[in-house]
């Protein structure tokens, strides 16, 4: 005897993936580094994997000394940098914007001379 197969939509086999606050994460990697417990057992505590949740305490370890430092982040001096771009960007249309304006008003001007004589 045969068996019927369930067919299943694609997405009903897809699981979604899980996004956590950075809160959460925080949460979770300090409590990691005041060892309350081994990695694995905090990651299953919270039902998260352990190379997920080493991944989180990396990045948290590398990014700590950014709290401290003194003047723009490097982000900041980036932003900085592409608003400072952009409005030189602005500044030059516009002035082009003029110039194709004005050189339109002067070939008006030329044709109707010419067309005059």
């Known amino acids: 005897m045969r068996h019927k197969k369930e067919k299943l939509s694609y997405n009903e086999n897809m699981k979604k993936r899980n996004q956590y606050t950075p809160e959460f994460?925080?949460?979770?990697?300090?409590?990691?580094?005041?060892?309350?417990?081994?990695?694995?057992?905090?990651?299953?505590?919270?039902?998260?994997?352990?190379?997920?949740?080493?991944?989180?305490?990396?990045?948290?370890l590398e990014r700590v000394p950014d709290v401290f430092k003194k003047g723009p982040s490097a982000t900041e001096k980036e932003l900085k940098a592409e608003k400072e771009r952009t409005a030189k960007l602005e500044r030059k249309v516009g002035q082009l914007t003029y110039e194709v304006d004005w050189l339109k008003k002067k070939s008006e001007e030329i044709i109707n001379r010419r067309k005059r004589t």
């Open 25 to 60: 994460k925080t949460k979770v990697v300090l409590e990691v580094l005041r060892e309350e417990g081994t990695l694995n057992e905090i990651a299953a505590r919270y039902e998260i994997s352990p190379v997920i949740l080493g991944r989180w305490k990396t990045e948290f």
